[in-house]
């Protein structure tokens, strides 16, 4: 059986903030405290960016001491590839029809 998470990866990603803990968190695990270092919200508003994107499977976090760590898993990024490549056809038809129209009309 597939566990599904609480929230969606697209809705996760949605968010510039979420976007760039993601950023964060590629480079290195890292600590509530850390993360908020980097951002003009309070630790509240940092830790409830972090709930959506675990509850997304989008970071993991791992009990430390007193410390949680968190840290990115891209995995449900795949999601979002797939996502996109299935339009990437589209647009490499969109692409080909106005360097064609661009040839042509330089002629």
Request: proline share 4%.
């Amino acid at each position: 059986m597939v566990e599904h998470s609480k929230h969606d990866v697209f809705q996760a990603i949605s968010d510039p903030t979420r976007r760039s803990i993601l950023k964060l968190l590629a480079e290195r695990e890292m600590s509530i405290a850390e993360i908020a270092e980097n951002f003009p919200i309070s630790r509240t508003g940092v830790n409830k960016h972090l709930h959506i994107l675990s509850s997304s499977r989008l970071v993991i976090s791992q009990k430390i001491g007193r410390e949680t760590r968190y840290r990115l898993n891209p995995e449900p990024l795949v999601e979002i590839q797939d996502w996109l490549t299935f339009f990437e056809h589209y647009w490499e038809d969109k692409l080909s029809a106005l360097k064609k129209f661009v040839e042509e009309d330089n002629n």
